[in-house]
């Protein structure tokens, strides 16, 4: 920190279990990633190449090799699984984590009809491979998912070896734990975690909006993902309490 | 690729008429633009200097070398076009083409009002020492064409020798093929297919849902246009049925 | 300039007191910096580093080195001196300052209550040290701020030593100047200057619809800041009425 201040809440200490910051990649050139991680790599916990972006991304190997040198954990988005998947290559999925050593993954069904056996199954196997992360919720937003299925779902996923569940949003923030206008499922976030650790959710919150009610409700150590590399920083702030929408709140426990 | 999947969809090979994604820089810095092209040169048919910001950006020969460098032909914002012609600056104009040597312009009238005749001989003089897109639709949302004049304007501007005609929407994607919301006005576009060939179209398309739009019902080479640098990689993987929003849609197909 | 066009509008030369554009710095790398610079130095006057990023920014002394290198000053957002002075830390504050050689600073109250007194007290100290910036308007939407007393208050901080006064917007452009939409409070624009002069309001306005709205009441010259760094040379080009926005307003006049 560049001067010191009181009344700033504590936050975990990298590696950590609780108040990870998920950062969202969907192309950024090898120097963006080096100009990314020399503002940010102390705030950031693990990183997503977006949905399936890493197909048509150039020169991966070498991004990776940046991302690993800074120790920041890189996975495939859960569409890239997805991809395999429903085209019947798993095992070619599981060949392609190996050949970029990749340490994590996500498994997830936003775009695909899969039954909670067979979903599990996948993290079972992977789970022997690489640190799981599996999502819970569609991509599409007539999907509605009542909050009694995203707490079994996310318990089935837990036990069967995921390390986090995430709570779906896309990069936009408009599905799955938020209505389409953006608009947190309050509701549904409250009841899942009357059955679900809060430090084995990542929540997925792009908009500023949504992070604000998420440390309001969590504090400062709830795991919030799909941050765009450039709002790194301005989320730090939101979590210490230090932008003007959550200005006041540590304060007035403190 | 960096790895292989079934089921792609193929794109046509650069050089290409159809399947363009034409990109808006509106003053990247000569490293942007190197990162951005590091990234995303594959994926990037023709780049647009948007609107006038030519004007006020520096180290534009720079600029404009690292792009002829990277094989991509660049070209002046239609407004800026207008800027001189509204002026009586025409002959200026042309003069400034070959200064900068540009092998490509645009002819537009979004925002001013220009007869049909003379929009047309603006084209055939340009065509004689340039490559010409034509632009039709206006920037003023208030200025509604009906479809059997964007027909019989495109029609025309094709006779007099532009490459292709561009379907205006603005950076932001709220104006002529576009409702203020953003919203496709379906009707129009499928009209104009009726009449005028897919493949010399360049739809403006900045924002998702748009391209979503149009990738569905034209496929993975539909021309789109105004895409920012950053959106290219995600564009791409749209084309190809690698993002959520098209991820089945040539599934079914194959 | 890269070429001649007649009737573009005269823009003050820098140092200027009217026409100046304030840019927000919300965690930009060194090198994200340069960029910005080698394209927007000569259409910058002033850079905030938005509310408290600085406290999570690394390299904050040599970020610093780069502006003051290109001329152009830099200071810290005001929600970092209220966040000094709701923890009763505002003699470190002062030293915050002279620590970083910073030769400007903004007094606000957009976060915390402080009575007009208070301010204005504030405002007198930190004028013996620096150049100050004072800010009116609230960050929470539901204060609602008559322009009476807006008036009142803008000319009681540049009696009490303000250079300019800010006209609070926000990094997203909803609250204070403007409704929630985004759409500006325009009775209370024009109200306020009526009694302030144009030359010592900083209008923040960082959406595109709000710039073009204050170019198209006060010209070229108005003071807008809130910019973000990627918007600075569209703003220019704003100004001049090379945008399809503006592009016929001065025309008209000329």
Redesign the interface.
């Known amino acids: 920190?560049?001067?010191?201040?009181?009344?700033i809440p504590d936050r975990a200490e990298k590696p950590r279990q609780s108040g990870i910051t998920m950062v969202m990649d969907?192309?950024?050139?090898?120097?963006?990633v080096?100009?990314?991680l020399?503002?940010?790599a102390?705030?950031t916990d693990i990183v997503k190449l977006?949905?399936?972006?890493?197909?048509?991304?150039?020169?991966?190997k070498e991004k990776l090799a940046i991302y690993r040198e800074a120790g920041i954990p890189v996975y495939f988005g859960g569409?890239?699984f997805?991809?395999?998947v429903?085209?019947k290559?798993f095992d070619?999925y599981r060949k392609?984590l190996d050949?970029y050593e990749m340490k994590y993954a996500e498994v997830s069904d936003?775009?695909?009809d899969m039954n909670q056996d067979d979903k599990c199954e996948y993290i079972r196997k992977l789970a022997m491979q690489v640190t799981v992360l599996s999502e819970v919720g569609s991509?599409d937003e007539a999907k509605i998912i009542p909050p009694y299925k995203w707490i079994q779902l996310m318990k089935a996923e837990l036990e069967a070896g995921a390390w986090k569940v995430i709570g779906e949003a896309?990069e936009?923030g408009t599905v799955g734990l938020f209505r389409s206008s953006g608009e947190v499922r309050q509701g549904l976030v409250e009841e899942i975690l009357t059955q679900v650790p809060f430090e084995k959710i990542l929540w997925e919150a792009p908009q500023?909006e949504q992070q604000v009610w998420f440390v309001k409700l969590l504090g400062a150590n709830v795991n919030l993902g799909n941050i765009a590399p450039?709002e790194?920083?301005?989320l730090?702030?939101i979590r210490?309490g230090?932008?003007?929408d959550t200005?006041?709140h540590f304060?007035d426990k403190m």
Chains 1, 2, 3 share one sequence.
């Open positions: 920190m560049n001067y010191t201040l009181t009344q969907k192309g950024l050139s090898l120097r963006e080096e100009d990314f020399s503002v940010s102390d705030h977006g949905w399936a972006t890493s197909f048509v991304t150039p020169r991966l569409t890239l997805e991809a395999f429903v085209r290559q070619e392609l050949r936003g775009s695909i991509k896309r936009g500023k450039h790194v920083i301005p730090e702030t210490l230090l932008r003007g200005f006041s304060l």
